[in-house]
């Protein structure tokens, strides 16, 4: 009888103890895949434990106070108002860093990553290759009803699909304008600081240094934020009897469950393909992550003021 292979896999990494090893790595080193040996995945969980120790105990992962405190739902609507403006700069610079990303990618499949993320965030709506979802997505546009999976690849580009133009409708019913919104100079120096920090780490020109801010990225989203604001905002509209729309951060939210998956996956595969010096990995990822915290401390510091 053949062992079913993922009980393979398991004893593989029991024999040469390479427990902790995404499944996906396992597997390419089982197949001797150019890159993969178990010196160098040894070195790799080595690595691991420094990443789990120097990076992600950063205070932004561990206990972000603001998105906390946000979570519990007590909020004035100065508050919600004054947290949806800096979080519509961060949404539309945002735009700055994932272009360079685009630019400074060293790999055409890097480059495309990159776009996909860029065309989904201006617009495009990711696309299933099934008749049923094309014909749905000609139709739609809403963050709530536009799909979480797929690629732009073939997708429908529709205005109102912009997460810019969903996070102003959101705003409208703070009565709050075009202009009131987005634009860097509605950023606190705080928010700024994040901006310009996101352009000048995730969007570097050097591609490892880029790969760790986005890997200290993705793992301060994982760690919940967003679910913590859809809470915030779900109880702020029971409490008040508003009606903002919560599509732009449940899509994020629900983005972000699919994202965390592969985050592990990418790393692991980032290691075995280049030559990463951890120390400047972790580095970077502590400076990207300094960035995010000064993002929240910020509108921490502020919501105190204004409550
Ligand atoms: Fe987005």
Redesign the pocket.
Known sequence: MAIPQQAQIEQFAKDNHLQGLTKVSLKALMDQEPGYSVEKAKKFLAFQQRINTELLQHDVITGNRYTKWFQQGDLSTDQVRDFVVQFSVF?NL?LIAQLKKVINADTLEGMRASKE?LA??IGVIFHHDTKSSKERDQFREDADLVSTEGSVEGGTFRFRAA??EWLMRMAEKLELGFNDIGKRSHGTKSTLFYCDELARIYGNEDYLISQAASYAVENWAAAGFWDELVDGFTKYNENTGSKLPLA?FT??AK?EAQHAAHTQEELEELYFDRDIDEDQFIKYGNEMLDGVAAFWNGLDEERKKSG
Do not use: D, R, V, W
């Open positions: 949404s945002f993320i989904n965030e997460h810019f732009f899509y994020h983005i």
